[in-house]
Every structure is written in structure tokens, then in C-alpha cells.
């Protein structure tokens, strides 16, 4: 074995093969791209038992090497392509043990490209409770690879599967199937032309050239030219492959599998599911489950989130009184420290919420949101494969659009991307929860309704009726007459695997830091520069008003705290302000809040960061503390009242509910969609709305 071991884990999707990646790999993860497309490549370290280090690549999940999207594209192109950089030296296919029929499909397709492999049965100890007895040993003997009963679940078998893949050869050679029959001479000019020497894959590049970004435009039209030579059919040819593969299979399966007691299998599972999917009990039980979730992001994160404002306060005062006073230091501590700290205290929330959306998928129960929310989602006329980019914009927009790919019918894919980033996203929750705790009062009604909780419950649960309503709309409009189809399989119920859940929330938590932390640095420091400095002759007619008041005052602080506050208004920050106040007045924002809507276009949680250095820069008499104590004790230098009102804070909510205040969101929509079209008119649509919604919440309430 080579030294940069490389294992792809390949599997159907809900096969546990995401499960199995976190538990061979840990910490020691890396998520990026693959090369050419925006599709998720998670890669990790493993140690084999000879000490050996190999990389794992989990490649997306698909039922079949004959695939619907770009996405499912990627698992061949990476297993055909041996001078991609994810070429496997061996794959590990993982199969659900008590589905296997329909698992083997894709294990004997991906036999025939030829690469040693290990066949993992995933959720062995659930085959063996529901009754199904699997003979290993005479499955591996007709299969011809080593064949290892594992739960990832629950840590069982993956040591005997780690030995499994070193002791794999690489003279890998069985075949159920005889490929080149499906269209010989076709297949010999494609090896000929392309140099290549499997069949299948021959096969494979005529039946999918068009959805493989390795390939050329010129040799897209030689293979399109092969095809129309020999009437290549792709759609009878992969009828036939498929049909073909489940009869040699069931030869294969014979006497493999018995069933001691089929008739007890998913008892339990279906007594359950008559509750949650009902139509009426289900969807109760699902708000409350959210009214459970956002209640505790608040009562449950109080105590860290404290310790860590407080923590980055002291930072702060140290700074000052160790630290010599100049640029560099307000820079440091009134720029950086400031926008970071405005950020790092949302961690606890940001886990929470991670932890209880692992937990929630973990135990099955995400997918029966899924297949709830496809009913809703048919009566406004969208497509039941659209639930899945919805749901999934709770946590981000981005990965959720790239998810849309896997909608065949395009109108309905371009409605799914236009209306997914309606979704609130945990971007939006650290916006929520510092507009929340200034203007919602942190009372408990009936003993155990909290108010900011079910504030925040009820953002998330308007963003998606929002979303649901506009797909309505574009529907209308768009005028889609095509429909796609859902398929998807509910597993059976199960406990959370803790390790996992503890793993989700680390690596989330992680991501949002370092992720958002780059942003925030970079928009914290020009704020800072924008906020502190200003036209020379402003400043300086500032400066000569207040000279004489300052030398002879008897509290001389009084007065630097309103040269301060005057020279932040008349910055260029303020001068920027002050300039689109007019705009956003209406509003009841300020010039304040003006500057964090643009700065926070670079990335929603931005808000926070840019009211952490202005009221810093500022320096006011409501300098208390906490950047909550300094937005709360704000005045409206116009009206003399508070400027976050209880109106001026719905209204701010809901601008933010409904606003494209995400540059990435902007940019993948531009990658999905191929052109400025629609990210322009999404940008157009949601910031009129935006604009509209939060113009009557503040009028109604003010």
C-alpha cells in the first residue's frame, strides 16, 4: 500500500455512511469542494491496524451509478477519472443490511470499475432485531470480496473492517454482469478513441458525457457522434443494465438471506408513525418541538453566553490599562477585539441549535419533517424533492441550493432556489437573538413559556410559511406544468449516537467562528478606520467648538464623550450614514443601523460585529459594558427616545427575516443558475419585501 492511502466510502443514501465517515475519522476532517463543482467534499485521517495512515473521502450518496443530477455525477467521475485527486486505491461500499437487495444495485455497478473493495453491512445489530439472518461468509464467497457486518451506529465491527482493507488485494475482478453485451461495438470505439480499458466505464461515458465536467466539449460531440452511429439508446440501455443486475442478483441472494420473523419488522416504527405523520397530531408535535429547541437556545445558553461576554469585557479593560494608549491599540481593542467578541459570545446558541438538528436526524425523525412537509409543499404547487433544500436552509442557504440540483424539472428547481434563502438560517440567529433580548422581556408566562423563545420560534416558523408563500406566487407566474417526483425512505426510529451529535456541534460551531471570523475581522478593521477618521476640516471645526469647554470644564469626561460621539457622526462612516438615513428612516432606523444593513451584506452575523465597533468607536455616556447594555441605553439624538423601541425592533427582525443580506447566497445562486438573472431579481424580490414588511411592522407598532 501506498503512503497516501485513499478510501472512498460509497454508499445509498440513509445507509449510515456519513456515520461511519465521523467514526473512522474523528476530528481529523477537512470539507471542501471537489475540483470544478460546488458540491461538498468531506475528507479525514484514519490509522489502519499496521499503523498506517490512509485518507477517507466520503463521496455523496447515490442508488446507482446511473445518475438524475450533477451531483450523483460526481461518485462515477471520481471513480472513473484515475488521474482525479480523489481516485481511490480502495472502496468501501457501505450497504444497509436490512435493505440489501436494493443496496447491492450500486455495489455490483461499482464492481465493474474494476477497484478493490470491501462490502461494509451497515446496521447489522437492526437486521438481526427485525429478524433477518445474512450469511456473511457465503455472500462474500459469490461476491468475491471480504463481506464485514458492522454498526456504525454503535461502534461494532470497525476494527475487523479496518483489517478488511488492508487485507484486500488489489487483483479485483468480479463481475455479475456482462457489460460490453449491451452495445459491443459502441463500446470497443469508445475504449479505442478514449484509451481506456474497462468496459463499464466505456459504457458509462456514453450513457452520462454529458453530465461529466472532465470531458471536453469535443469529445462530448465524439461521443455523441458514436452514439448516433451504433443508435445508442442510453435510456433503453440503462432500463435493461438495471433490470439485468436485479436478476443476476437474486441468483446471488439465494439462500443468503432468511427472515426469522418478518412479520415483527417496523412494528414499533409504524405505531409511532401513525402519531407524528398524522396531518393534524404531526404537525402539532413538530411546533412543539420547536417551541422545545428555541426555548432552550435561550434559557440553556444564558450562563456560557454570560461568562463569555463577560470574559472578553475583561479582555478589553486589560487591554486598556496594560496596553499604550494610540492607533494600534483602539484598533486592536475597539476594532478586532470588539467585532469578534460581538460573534464568539453566539457560540453556545449556534451549538444548541446544531445539537438538537444532529439529534432530530440522528433518531429518524428529520425525514418524517421531510415527508410531512411534502404534502404542504404539493398544495402550493412545488415539488415534494424541494422539502429537502427547505429544511435544510434552517442551518444554510448555500449547501441548500446545491441541493436543488437533484430536481429534474428545472422550473421547479429554479422556484426551489429562488424562495430556499426565504428560510431563516443560523446566520440570521445571532441577529435574532441580540434584537430579541433588547426589545422581547425575559419573562416565563404560564410557567414555562419563555417569551424571547417563542420571539425566536415564531421568525423561523413566518420565514418558512414566507418561503412557502412566495413559491406559491412564482408558481403562478413561472407557470411550471411539469412535476417532479419524491421518493424517499423513512428509517426506523433510533437513539441519537452522542458521539456524533457532540462531533456536529463541534465542527458547526467551528465553521461558523472561522468562517464568519474572517468576514468580521476584515469588515471590523475598515470599520474601524471609516469610523475614526474623517475630513480634516470637520474634525477640526469640532475640535475649536468644544476647545474652551474642555479646558475649563469640571468634568472634562462629559465632554470628550461628546466630541467623541460628534466626530463619529461626521466619519466617513457617519457621512455614509447619514447619507442613506433618509432611505431607512421610515423604518424608524437610524444611521447606526443604516451602516450595519450594508456591512452585514457580506454576511448576516456581520450586524453584530458592526454594532460592537461603532458603539465602541463611539464611546458614548452609554458606554456600560456589554454591547446589549451600549444598544439598549442608545438615544435617538432626533426624537430623544430609545432608538430599539419595541417597533424598531420587530421591524429590524423581520427586515432580516426576509432580506438577501448574504453575498455567498448571491454568489452560488449566479453558479447554480448560470447568469445574473435571477440572483438579481431574488436580490430585487427580497429586499422590496424585506423593506415593506419591516415599513408596517414599524408604523402599526410605533
Request: proline share 4%; glycine share 6%.
Given at each position: ?209 454529458h453530465l461529466l465536467t472532465s470531458i471536453s466539449e469535443a469529445q462530448h460531440k465524439v ?265 424517499m425512505e423513512l428509517p426506523v426510529y433510533r437513539s441519537p449516537r452522542w458521539r456524533n ?202
Amino acid at each position: 500500500m501506498e503512503n497516501n492511502f485513499k478510501i472512498a466510502l460509497v454508499g445509498n443514501p440513509n445507509t449510515g455512511k456519513s456515520t461511519l465517515f465521523n467514526l473512522l475519522t474523528g476530528l481529523n476532517q477537512k470539507i471542501g469542494n471537489f475540483p470544478g463543482v460546488t458540491v461538498d467534499r468531506k475528507t479525514g485521517e484514519t490509522k489502519l491496524p499496521s499503523g498506517r495512515r490512509a485518507t477517507i473521502i466520503d463521496l455523496p450518496g447515490c442508488y446507482s451509478l446511473n445518475p438524475k443530477s450533477n451531483d450523483e455525477a460526481i461518485v462515477f467521475e471520481v471513480l472513473a477519472n484515475k488521474l482525479d485527486r480523489n481516485y481511490p486505491d480502495l472502496i468501501v461500499l457501505v450497504a444497509d443490511a436490512t435493505n440489501l437487495r436494493r443496496n447491492l444495485l450500486l455495489f455490483s455497478q461499482v464492481a465493474d470499475l474494476g477497484i478493490p473493495m470491501v462490502l461494509a453491512l451497515n446496521m447489522s445489530d437492526l437486521a438481526n432485531v427485525q429478524g433477518i439472518d445474512i450469511n456473511v461468509d457465503a455472500l462474500a464467497q459469490k461476491l468475491g470480496v471480504l463481506v464485514v457486518p458492522i454498526s456504525a451506529r454503535n461502534d461494532q465491527g470497525i476494527e475487523v473492517l479496518k483489517k478488511a482493507i488492508e487485507n484486500t488485494s488489489s487483483n479485483f475482478q468480479p463481475s455479475i454482469l456482462e457489460v460490453k453485451s449491451f452495445a459491443p461495438e459502441a463500446i470497443e470505439e469508445v475504449k479505442s478513441i478514449f484509451k481506456i480499458e474497462n468496459d463499464y466505464i466505456a459504457l458509462q461515458f456514453l450513457n452520462q458525457h454529458h453530465l461529466l465536467t472532465s470531458i471536453s466539449e469535443a469529445q462530448h460531440k465524439v461521443l455523441e457522434t458514436i452514439a448516433t452511429k451504433y443508435n445508442f439508446n442510453s435510456k433503453e440501455v440503462q432500463s435493461n443494465e438495471v433490470q439485468q443486475r436485479y436478476r443476476a442478483l437474486s441468483t446471488v441472494l439465494s439462500g443468503i438471506i432468511k427472515l426469522k420473523s418478518a412479520n415483527k419488522r417496523f412494528q414499533l416504527t409504524e405505531k409511532i408513525d401513525s402519531i407524528v405523520t398524522h396531518k393534524v397530531y404531526g404537525l402539532l408535535i413538530f411546533l412543539f418541538i420547536l417551541f422545545v429547541i428555541f426555548n432552550a437556545i435561550f434559557s440553556w445558553a444564558s450562563v456560557p453566553m454570560d461568562l463569555i461576554e463577560n470574559g472578553f469585557m475583561q479582555l478589553a479593560e486589560l487591554g486598556k490599562n496594560y496596553l499604550p494608549p494610540g492607533v494600534l491599540t483602539d484598533l486592536l481593542l475597539d476594532g478586532v477585539l470588539a467585532g469578534i467578541g460581538g460573534i464568539v459570545i453566539f457560540i453556545p446558541q449556534i451549538a444548541i441549535l446544531f445539537a438538537f438538528i444532529s439529534i432530530l436526524e440522528d433518531t429518524g425523525y428529520m425525514a418524517r419533517v421531510t415527508f410531512m412537509m411534502d404534502k404542504i409543499m404539493r398544495k402550493v404547487g412545488l415539488s415534494g424533492k424541494s422539502v429537502v433544500p427547505l429544511i435544510g436552509g434552517f442551518a444554510c442557504a448555500v449547501p441548500s441550493i446545491m441541493s436543488a440540483r437533484t430536481i429534474e424539472n428545472s422550473k421547479d428547481r429554479i422556484i426551489t432556489i429562488m424562495v430556499t434563502p426565504l428560510v431563516s438560517c443560523s446566520a440570521r440567529l445571532p441577529v435574532y437573538i441580540l434584537l430579541i433580548s433588547l426589545v422581547i422581556p425575559s419573562e416565563t408566562v404560564w410557567g414555562f413559556i419563555n417569551l424571547q423563545g417563542l420571539a425566536l420560534m415564531v421568525l423561523y416558523v413566518i420565514s418558512l410559511v414566507m418561503a412557502l408563500v412566495a413559491a406559491w406566487v412564482m408558481k403562478l407566474v413561472i407557470k411550471a406544468k411539469e412535476r417532479s417526483y419524491f421518493i424517499m425512505e423513512l428509517p426506523v426510529y433510533r437513539s441519537p449516537r452522542w458521539r456524533n451529535v457532540f462531533l456536529t456541534m463541534f465542527e458547526k460551531s467551528k465553521a461558523f467562528v472561522v468562517q464568519a471570523g474572517k468576514v468580521i475581522i476584515a469588515i471590523s478593521i475598515i470599520l474601524w478606520v471609516l469610523a475614526s477618521y474623517g475630513p480634516a476640516d470637520r474634525f477640526n471645526e469640532i475640535d475649536n467648538k468644544y476647545a474652551f469647554e474642555l479646558q475649563n470644564s469640571d468634568d472634562p469626561t462629559h465632554i470628550e464623550t461628546i466630541i467623541a460621539s460628534e466626530k463619529l457622526e461626521n466619519s466617513y462612516i457617519g457621512i455614509m450614514g447619514k447619507f442613506i438615513e433618509p432611505v431607512i428612516k421610515p423604518l424608524g432606523y437610524d444611521w447606526k443601523i443604516g451602516i450595519a444593513l450594508i456591512t452585514s451584506f457580506a454576511a448576516r452575523e456581520a450586524f453584530v460585529a458592526t454594532m460592537a465597533t461603532i458603539y465602541s468607536v463611539d464611546g458614548g455616556e452609554e458606554d456600560t459594558g456589554t454591547i446589549r447594555d451600549k444598544m439598549s441605553a442608545s438615544i435617538n439624538s432626533s426624537t430623544g427616545l430609545p432608538v430599539y423601541t419595541f417597533a424598531t425592533g420587530v421591524s429590524l427582525m423581520l427586515f432580516y427575516a426576509f432580506a438577501m443580506q448574504c453575498m455567498s447566497t448571491v454568489a452560488i445562486v449566479y453558479r447554480e443558475t448560470k447568469g445574473w438573472k435571477w440572483p438579481l431579481i431574488q436580490l430585487g424580490y427580497m429586499t422590496a419585501l424585506a423593506y415593506v414588511a419591516g415599513l408596517i411592522a414599524y408604523q402599526l407598532l410605533k
